[in-house]
């Protein structure tokens, strides 16, 4: 009976998994590869298809490395001080990952859209955010803002000032202390982060296609594209790019694990 | 390098860590700063380092006013009780640390880095991490590496405070020759009497963000300037002044010091003894102590010899008379030991 019990919880587990992740991610391969090698190249060489990678890989070269800065240093500030409004500070980094994409798109729409907040001043002196390459890194960043500082804080936490303070006694400066001391024992934290942040900025949908305008060729990245592509019935091209999104993932996916041992072992 | 702390106060919030200190550490002293958790000792050391701002007051280190130094610009070397080493480095490159810093050739940091770790004798484990090293072992290298820079002041932050009794034991030995070699000035914060009475040339007793007393070890324990002095360093029996009890000393006083070593025990009355009854014998190995009754129910301890226990053949429950050698009071009231 017992015995019994245990081997229905794992069907019921591989089961699960199986409808809810094996079976689509093979279909993504399936679909893409079913009519052999060829259809699935001419999709990626395709020109719209092109751009779009260039662009998804053009916004999250813009956010990673803000993202990156941001993050440290808000990690910093909340790991060595005690300051009233410090634990809500850690919540209010932590908004985005409660606010729905749809709604951080929305919202950019309407501070920087024609009839939004700063639209008209925009307008005026020239500049385009919505339906363009700012109003995407915008939206990319809002989604990812919180990976680095999440990750680095409790690193930062564990290892405590004292090194710091011992390098400033041995005449350390600011900057060496970060680059000598802090860096090297934040790195795997650091790294698990921005794998993080990249994952999440190539692959964000909700809020880029909000403010994007999904132009093909234009102000489509990746995902914007599997999803154009498949509505105008070119399965071959939208489970195409699909694949490539999916190998994105897969790389992330090893790498995390690796970055993750690293990060334990410390 | 001399250093003299002037009016130095400082706040944490509510708590008064440090109240207008004054001190003066003259140059190639080993001084430490004694006193209880919360005392301040810490914190002064700590500003001192300049790793702490003083709310008011000034340091001068060297004739030089230091007060808005900033840490790296005070010549200090800081040795932290928990060696603050870095883990992500070899020992080698934890102590050449601040001379690559420095921009010192590297010919001469490996000449260097070689010297210091013949001096803390760990030469063979030079390319091993902090992580591979015994505690004692780690605290040498941060030693090492705070001495690297050549400082004009070494501060040590409760350096033996995370180590085992018996390696705690050597080092302090250690510590104690490497100064008279270096003669690096040096303040180093203790909690335990015994430790700053066997290592400092001189000790700053300190209590609830005062300087209770500064003296040599012997001055110290000999002639305590306050209850808190007497009563922190070394063993103390500590009774009320009460009329009748060892009655030759000043009645008006509100308690009576007494060492349990300074306690005569015997077997007949005499002038300004007092009646009590043993009631525990303790063996410490190289001393007994009688704990005794006194009337009214107070409890004195008693140290005493081998030869003395045995001359005197005590035994529990047996009437025996008090009289200290020496006994103090003092006029201020101590500001809280009675614990």
């Known amino acids: 009976m017992q015995l019994n019990k245990h081997y229905l919880l794992v069907a019921v587990a591989v089961g699960y998994l199986a409808l809810v992740l094996f079976i689509p991610g093979a279909a993504v391969f399936y679909e893409a590869f079913h009519l052999g090698i060829k259809p699935f190249l001419s999709a990626v060489s395709s020109r719209d298809f092109i751009e779009a990678v260039k662009l998804t890989v053009i916004i999250a070269a813009i ?33 985005p990952f409660s606010v729905s994409p749809v709604v951080a798109g929305l919202m950019i729409v309407l501070l920087y859209g024609r009839n939004g907040w700063f639209g008209g001043f925009l307008e005026n002196i020239g500049v385009k955010i919505i339906f363009a390459l700012p109003g995407m890194v915008l939206a990319t960043i809002f989604v990812t803002l919180p990976f680095v500082a999440r990750e680095v ?24 202390i970060f680059w000598r001391v802090i860096l090297p024992n934040i ?71 690796i970055v993750e041992r690293r990060v334990h072992q410390h | 390098m001399s250093i003299i702390i002037n009016q130095v106060s400082k706040k944490f919030g509510d708590f008064q860590a440090l109240d207008r200190i004054n001190l003066e550490i003259k140059e190639g002293g080993l001084v430490a700063l004694l006193g ?115 400082p004009g002041v070494l501060l040590l932050d409760e350096p033996f405070g995370a180590l085992d009794a018996k390696v705690r034991k050597e080092l302090r030995a250690w510590l104690r020759r490497l100064h008279d070699e270096v003669h690096v000035t040096s303040v180093f914060v203790t909690h335990d009497q015994e430790e700053a009475m066997e290592v400092a040339d001189e000790i700053v007793v300190m209590n609830q963000g005062h300087i209770e007393q500064v003296g040599t070890p012997a001055e110290i324990y000999d002639h305590p300037a306050t209850a808190f002095v007497m009563s922190f360093v070394g063993e ?25 070593h300074e306690l005569d025990l015997l077997h007949h009355e005499h002038e300004s003894s007092t009646p009590a009854t043993v009631k525990r014998i303790i063996h410490l190995g190289r001393e007994i102590q009688a704990e005794l009754a006194l009337p009214d129910d107070f409890v004195v301890f008693a140290n005493l010899s081998r030869e003395k226990f045995a001359e005197l053949n005590l035994e529990a429950g047996q009437q025996v008379f008090v009289k200290p050698q020496n006994a103090k009071s003092f006029a201020d009231l101590h500001r809280a030991v009675l614990s």
């Not at chain 2, 103390?236 to 060492?259: D, E, K, M, W």
């Open chain 1, 153 to 176: 804080i409790p690193v930062l936490e564990e290892m405590g000032s004292e090194q710091e303070e011992a390098a400033r006694s041995l005449g350390a400066s600011d900057w060496e």
């Open chain 1, 63 to 95: 956010a990673l490395p803000l993202n990156v800065i941001f993050g440290l240093c808000t990690a910093w500030v909340i790991a060595r001080n005690q300051f009233p409004g410090r634990a809500l500070l850690m919540s209010i980094i932590d908004l």
């Open chain 1, 187 to 257: 790195r795997w934290g650091l790294l698990y982060g921005v794998l993080l942040t990249n994952s999440r900025a190539m692959g964000e949908f909700g809020a880029v296609s909000v403010v994007s305008g999904s132009i093909l060729g234009k102000t489509s990245t990746l995902p914007i594209f599997v999803e154009q592509a498949y509505k105008n019935y070119h399965t071959e091209a939208a489970f195409g790019a699909a694949v490539i999104l999916a190998l994105l993932g897969v790389v992330t996916l090893v790498m995390k694990e």
């Open chain 2, 36 to 150: 209880p958790s919360g005392s301040g000792k810490s914190t002064l050391l700590r500003a001192i380092a300049g790793l702490e701002t003083p709310d008011t007051g000034s340091i001068i280190i060297n004739g030089k006013d230091a007060t808005h130094l900033d840490v790296a610009q005070r010549n200090i070397g800081f040795v932290f009780q928990h060696y603050a080493l870095f883990k992500h480095l070899t020992i080698r490159q934890n102590i050449a640390f601040g001379l690559e810093i420095r921009k010192h050739p590297p010919k001469r940091i490996k000449q260097k880095v070689d010297e210091l770790l013949a001096l803390i004798q760990l030469e063979g484990l030079g390319n091993r991490y902090p992580a591979q090293l015994s505690g004692g072992q780690r605290q040498r290298v941060a030693l090492a590496r705070a001495l690297a820079v050549e």
């Open chain 2, 236 to 260: 103390v029996n500590i009774l009320p002044g009460v009329a009748g009890l060892f009655c030759n000393l000043p009645t008006s006083q509100s308690h009576v010091y007494v060492r349990p």
